[in-house]
């Protein structure tokens, strides 16, 4: 790897740190992400973030990231399927 991030934390008597934001970027995390660390036998800790399975699919993800931001631009236009939809719904799944 060429270019190498750094950057620090502190622990907060609960043992809880924020991941800073050139870290967060570094590693496309967002909320709700899970990361996974790994301590070398040298000490050294590696922090990685832990792909779901959402996230395996881009386009899945795409989709999801979307209709989230739809949702939230128009809560207004959400509403309940009708029961013909609610049934060919569940025919194609």
Not at 7 to 32: A, F, H, M, W
Not at 42 to 71: K, N, P, W
Request: charged share 30%; proline share 2%; glycine share 6%.
């Amino acid at each position: 790897m060429d270019h190498v991030l750094e950057d620090e934390s502190t622990l907060t008597d609960r043992y809880q740190t924020t991941v800073p934001d050139t870290i967060r970027r570094g590693l496309c995390l967002n909320k709700r992400y899970k990361v996974h660390y790994k301590i070398m036998s040298d000490g050294t800790v590696v922090l990685s973030r832990v792909e779901s399975r959402e996230e395996s699919d881009r386009a899945l993800a795409g989709f999801l990231h979307l209709l989230a931001y739809d949702i939230k631009a128009g809560p207004q236009a959400v509403r309940a399927l009708g029961k013909t939809q609610r049934e060919r719904t569940r025919a194609l799944v």
